[in-house]
């Protein structure tokens, strides 16, 4: 396989680079928040708006069974996208936050009163207020695991956290503050030789590098389309099935039952146990459309771009006495976010005078308070990248910089980079 | 045209409106920065969106507003505002400082021309162009409200 993205052929199937911002070309270093959609994805929701359009699995007319069969074929390239052994084990959600959310509701509902989930300080909000809110409703305990200086996950402190009475052990696979790829398949072993199950947030992973989920030894992963080149409104989660088989469903309604009585009913088999009600059928059909582009370029090719890129960022970065990068120092242990700092400027001015250049990024606390905290800073900038993007854009950011650098620089002299 | 060319005709954007100098020295070096030792009145306020923070001690006699004093983090503008506001109300009436208050949103938020009772915080004005920093320039005057808000005789503004 061709392990180089030709991202000037890239760029061209993505409508929206083509904007202007400022009177600038768009340059887009938002990803992690969420990607840019080529046109095969923006093809595929207005064809099947145009052609396909009907309600799933009860219809029995030509479209229903066209849309079904279009809607179920995604859960079966999402399976295999991922490594997951069955389509039936992929549950198709909001979002990633849902995704955690049905754990926490359905097989979080039989934790007792004392028993412990362990995750780490760089969560994302997002694994971390449906644990709370499960301790809350069980009288379970969160732990937090702090992170070495490098912005590495700090193995020892997991391991001294993880007891007799851990019943989950929570981690993003990757951080979407610090780019930290954590080692996953280590964790799984930890928690399992303790007898816990593990969860993996997998909102900045699945989009970014060739994931497979049997290999990282979890028994939940949690994803979503919109970060993957895919529409907003789908999120993933993947559950091992003799899991799925014993809980209990998440929300009632129609599409979730076996049968429905009055004096009780039964349940329809997973997945469809945990999709009540009609799902997001064209965006999830859009979403099959990002997986094949992802496909065709190789998610190796892919991680081996934004590496590159995160290189040769970090590289300059690491040069410039003004600016400070978090998070791991070697592209090879990250993932392609870089959060940073400005000496004496404040994150949102930043991000005010770099869009004035056209170059959108992210300036905040990047739902991660709690690491914000620990890195003893009120927010911070973040550069995330895509395929589409390159080098030139990163001069572009870097000459933006620049600017930040000028405007509030004590006496006002042009410094340069 | 291509991104070299396009960008070759573009001027580099201009940010004096915005990132005035008056705002920029208020931001380095503010006014009336720490705690009243003997405050009557104290406020905290936030922005959560954007972890702006401001905390504001307040001495109050007689229906003035005798000193203020802030602490906080934050962007240039929340600072700032918060620096040039404890200039602007300080030794000033109660109803006085509210009047500046309503002058003072009334330019940011209804783009009303600035009132000459608002006096250096006219510099602000540039940022009523930005309106997702809109609310950083606010952020103090909400809580210099919610500070007077306490007191029996007050009758406090609208929030926001």
């Not at chain 1, 929206?16 to 340059?27: Q, Y």
């Amino acid at each position: 396989m061709n392990h180089v993205l030709d991202t000037d052929r890239v760029r061209t199937d993505f409508p929206i680079l083509s904007e202007t911002v400022n009177g600038r070309p768009l340059v887009y270093l938002d990803n992690a928040a969420t990607t840019q959609k080529p046109r095969a994805v923006i093809d595929a929701l207005v064809h099947y708006y145009e052609h396909d359009n009907a309600n799933i699995h009860r219809g029995l007319h030509a479209l229903a069974v066209r849309a079904t069969e279009q809607y179920e074929a995604v859960r079966a390239k999402v399976a295999r996208f991922v490594g997951a052994a069955s389509p039936e084990s992929i549950i198709f959600t909001r979002n990633t936050t849902e995704a955690l959310n049905l754990i926490a509701y359905t097989w979080g509902a039989a934790l007792d009163e004392g028993d412990e989930i362990v995750l780490s300080v760089m969560e994302h909000h997002s694994n971390i207020v449906p644990w709370q809110l499960l301790a809350e409703r069980t009288g379970a305990i969160v732990r937090a695991v702090d992170i070495r200086e490098d912005g590495q996950l700090d193995l020892d402190a997991m391991r001294d956290s993880i007891g007799p009475r851990t019943k989950l052990v929570t981690i993003a696979h990757v951080s979407n503050v610090l780019g930290t790829i954590n080692p996953v398949a280590e964790i799984s072993a930890m928690a399992h030789e303790a007898g816990a199950l593990v969860c993996l947030d997998g909102a900045q992973s699945v989009p970014h590098m060739p994931v497979n989920i049997g290999q990282t030894g979890c028994d939940f992963y949690a994803f979503s389309a919109h970060k993957m080149l895919g529409p907003t409104g789908v999120g993933v989660l993947w559950a091992r099935p003799e899991i799925l088989e014993t809980i209990e469903p998440f929300l009632g309604g129609g599409d979730m039952i076996s049968t429905v009585k009055l004096e009780g009913s039964s349940w329809a088999e997973f997945p469809h146990k945990f999709e009540a009600g009609t799902p997001n059928i064209a965006d999830v059909i859009a979403f099959g459309a990002a997986i094949d582009y992802l496909d065709e370029l190789g998610m190796t090719a892919v991680r081996e771009h934004e590496c590159r890129l995160t290189e040769y960022l970090l590289e300059v970065m690491n040069k410039i006495s003004w600016l400070r990068p978090f998070g791991p120092k070697d592209a090879e242990h990250r993932g392609g976010v870089i959060s940073f700092e400005v000496e004496g400027v404040h994150p949102h001015d930043v991000a005010t005078i770099v869009d004035g250049h056209g170059v959108a990024i992210r300036a905040g606390h990047h739902c991660a308070q709690p690491l914000m905290r620990r890195l003893q800073v009120p927010a911070t900038n973040r550069v995330s990248f895509a395929v589409y993007n390159n080098e030139r854009e990163v001069d572009i950011f870097l000459e933006a910089l620049d600017h930040v650098r000028s405007v509030f620089a004590d006496d006002r002299p042009r410094t340069t980079i | 045209m291509c991104v070299r060319c396009l960008l070759m005709t573009v001027p580099e954007p201009q940010f004096d409106e915005l990132y005035r100098e008056v705002i920029l020295d208020h931001y380095r070096r503010p006014r009336n920065r720490g705690k009243l030792t003997d405050a009557t009145a104290h406020a905290d306020g936030a922005n959560p969106v954007c972890g702006d923070e401001i905390s504001l001690d307040v001495r109050l006699d007689d229906g003035r507003i005798e000193s203020l004093a802030f602490e906080g983090v934050g962007c240039s503008i929340s600072q700032a505002s918060a620096s040039l506001m404890t200039d602007r109300v300080s030794s000033t009436p109660i109803e006085e400082a509210q009047a500046v208050r309503a002058a003072f949103r009334k330019m940011l938020l209804e783009n009303g021309t600035p009132d000459p009772s608002i006096g250096d915080l006219e510099v602000l004005e540039g940022v009523k162009k930005f309106p997702v920093r809109v609310k950083c320039a606010l952020l103090a005057w909400n809580v210099l409200d919610r500070a007077l808000e306490a007191q029996p005789d007050h009758k406090s503004g609208d929030d926001q």
